[in-house]
């Protein structure tokens, strides 16, 4: 068996299975699933940007008696079809795509460029020769063998399609540079969905106030709102005006840069900003938020805090203390982190 990398243009590889000369082989498909429209328009808004895709798998059939030669799509039939849809107007794109002017295009409407930019794109593809079926079943055992299982993160992303993952889709694009530089997240961690994990919580707190979450909670989060989600204008524009101040921040202090911390801070955050409802509860009222030059003395004041051994902890800040130590994903801890990042924010000293 050889393998050969034998790249097209889309436009020529959609022509290729227009005319049967590409196919698409049951016994290869893996799941009989369509894919949703959100998820069809991700793709085609992937392919008008130029962002890579991976790699398709096909496999030479040679000629036989009576029959010509022609190429089986073994990994990418569910690619294939949604781009062969695209392209023959069968469908419009959703408004989960990032781009204003794709929304509720079809192909024949696309501007100019965008459906050059379609049929020029480039799809990296390598082709098999001379395999065997049973060669190319131990292909896919062997991919298979070696591929990360997905995370709870990564399976709830990829399950749901709706518009509440398309929601934190959009979160996660908005946030990410923000918790990289704060330190907050690492990039391995936001390429493992960390951050759409980090921004779920919060959301969940925003709807239903500060709680003990788990995998349970955030896929019902996912799965409540996968046909609407009515909050998305309103709790955009909180996140957006949160991220604005916390990016201006820069690098947190270490021992407050951490994924529980930022839950916390971020919602105190958005709370000081403008009340949100669910957590009036905690803190009633809020005055102003200081200066950022203030707001990091605080920050570095409570991270100072947490470098204390147990027995020497000053304390006024046992609980804070407590809260950072033991139980940082519990309803109390939370609760307690939140107030205290409430006072940072709003004190000119603590």
């Not at 895709?53 to 089986?72: F, I, K, N």
Request: with cysteine.
């Amino acid at each position: 068996m050889e393998t050969q990398r034998w790249d097209k243009k889309l436009s020529e590889f959609l022509d290729m299975v227009d005319h049967n000369d590409v196919r698409v082989n049951r016994r290869y498909q893996r799941s009989g699933k369509v894919w949703p429209l959100n998820a069809k328009s991700y793709l085609v808004e992937t392919v008008i940007l130029n962002f890579v895709l991976p790699r398709l798998l096909l496999h030479e059939v040679p000629a036989r008696r009576g029959a010509p030669a022609y190429t089986d799509i073994v990994d990418g039939q569910q690619r294939t079809a949604a781009l062969r849809a695209f392209r023959h107007d069968e469908f419009r794109l959703s408004g989960a795509v990032d781009r204003p002017n794709l929304k509720g295009k079809k192909y024949s409407t696309l501007e100019p460029q965008d459906r050059q930019a379609f049929d020029a794109y480039v799809l990296r593809l390598d082709r098999f020769t001379g395999a065997t079926d049973a060669e190319i079943r131990e292909v896919f055992r062997r991919i298979n063998s070696y591929t990360v299982p997905l995370n709870a993160e990564e399976q709830r992303h990829a399950r749901f399609q709706g518009e509440f993952k398309w929601f934190i889709h959009r979160q996660i694009e908005r946030f990410d540079d923000a918790l990289k530089e704060s330190g907050v997240l690492t990039e391995k961690q936001m390429n493992r969905m960390a951050d759409g994990k980090l921004l779920t919580e919060i959301v969940h707190a925003l709807v239903h106030g500060i709680s003990t979450t788990n995998g349970r909670s955030l896929r019902k989060m996912y799965a409540d709102h996968d046909r609407e989600f009515p909050l998305d204008r309103d709790l955009t524009r909180r996140l957006s005006a949160a991220k604005t101040t916390f990016a201006a921040w820069g690098r947190l202090p270490k021992a407050v840069a951490k994924h529980y911390h930022a839950y916390a801070l971020l919602l105190a955050l958005m709370h000081c900003q403008q009340p949100v409802e669910p957590l009036k509860a905690l803190v009633r009222k809020t005055a102003g938020i200081k200066s950022d030059s203030i707001v990091l003395t605080n920050l570095g004041t409570l991270a100072s805090v947490l470098d204390f051994e147990e027995d020497e902890v000053p304390p006024e800040y046992e609980d804070f203390y407590a809260a950072s130590e033991k139980g940082t994903n519990v309803r109390a801890a939370r609760e307690a982190r939140f107030r205290w990042y409430v006072r940072a924010l709003t004190s000119n000293s603590l």
